[in-house]
């Protein structure tokens, strides 16, 4: 694993949890359109963190600084999309999960 940027936080940092942090991957169908996946993402106030790789896989991100439980409905609204094939969460908001208590 490589760390890009500057995600690195230690324990001790005050920072709140940010847009970084509350990642989701997802895979739509095959034939949708940029468009399309512009349209859902907006839907949600996300952005292409990465991606597609060569599984079609993409992992976004959100354009304001949401908490987890947040996160974590956005992926409801964005598993319910007729075009999205697969949505899970990130590492970054798997790991807010644990150390929070949440629930997803």
Do not use: C
Request: proline share 4%; no cysteine; net charge neutral.
């Amino acid at each position: 694993n490589q760390i890009l940027g500057n995600d690195y936080q230690t324990l001790s940092d005050t920072k709140t949890v940010t847009n970084s942090s509350n990642d989701i991957r997802i895979i739509f169908k095959e034939n949708t359109s940029q468009h399309a996946i512009e349209q859902i993402l907006n839907s949600v106030q996300g952005y292409i963190i990465n991606g597609p790789n060569e599984q079609l896989l993409y992992t976004i991100g959100f354009k304001k600084s949401i908490d987890t439980q947040h996160a974590f409905d956005n992926l409801s609204l964005l598993r319910r999309n007729p075009q999205v094939v697969f949505a899970e969460p990130g590492h970054g908001l798997l790991e807010n999960t644990q150390l929070k208590g949440a629930k997803p």
